[in-house]
């Protein structure tokens, strides 16, 4: 079976170098440019989720909103350039590692929030509806810039591949 599985890829190789340089995997710029658009949605989804929190996060501590809001504001930028711009891979890299960091910070301040929460409730407080309701908001924002940063990862990889390819085609002509 493993020496079938090794033949298989093999000949997968060796026909794929004989093949010229396909383009029909690039991603069109109308396909990014979705993707974009739906990324700075997001990002805007994000904003108005840590806006709501900040008064609990800042309670936590006053510097986590406003490190999250630069990273919305870098993401935003980072959009406008992509948008005004021809995609390139160093652009769209730049989006997915900054998604990524929005994702994550979302998730961290939801479990930043709900710490605050149960230790509240564990010295006999109530539940802070507020803050639950701002835990709902970031966690869907972590989820939405998660599904996003995930759509532009698989587009770039697309995108780099095909550059990839051109690339060594050139390199070879130059032999």
Known sequence: M?????VLLLSV??????KPVDQGSMPSKEEI????????????????AVKHAKPY???INPKFAANYLDGASTAHTIIRNL????????????????????????????????????????NGKQPDVGGLSSVILLSNASTACNDIAE??????LRFVDVEEKILGKLLEKEK
């Not at 759509?151 to 770039?156: E, I, K, P, Q, R």
């Open 33 to 48: 440019s979705e993707l974009v658009a739906k990324a700075d949605e997001k990002v805007s989804s994000f904003e108005e």
């Open 151 to 156: 759509l532009v990862m698989h587009a770039t």
């Open 83 to 122: 948008q005004k711009n021809d995609p390139s891979a160093y652009g769209l890299v730049s989006l997915l590692a900054t998604l990524d960091d929005l994702s994550l910070d979302a998730s961290t301040a939801s479990v930043q929030l709900l710490r605050t929460d149960e230790e509240h409730v564990t």
């Open 2 to 6: 493993k020496s079938l599985v090794v």
């Open 57 to 59: 996060l800042d309670k």
């Open 13 to 18: 190789f060796v026909w794929g170098q004989n």
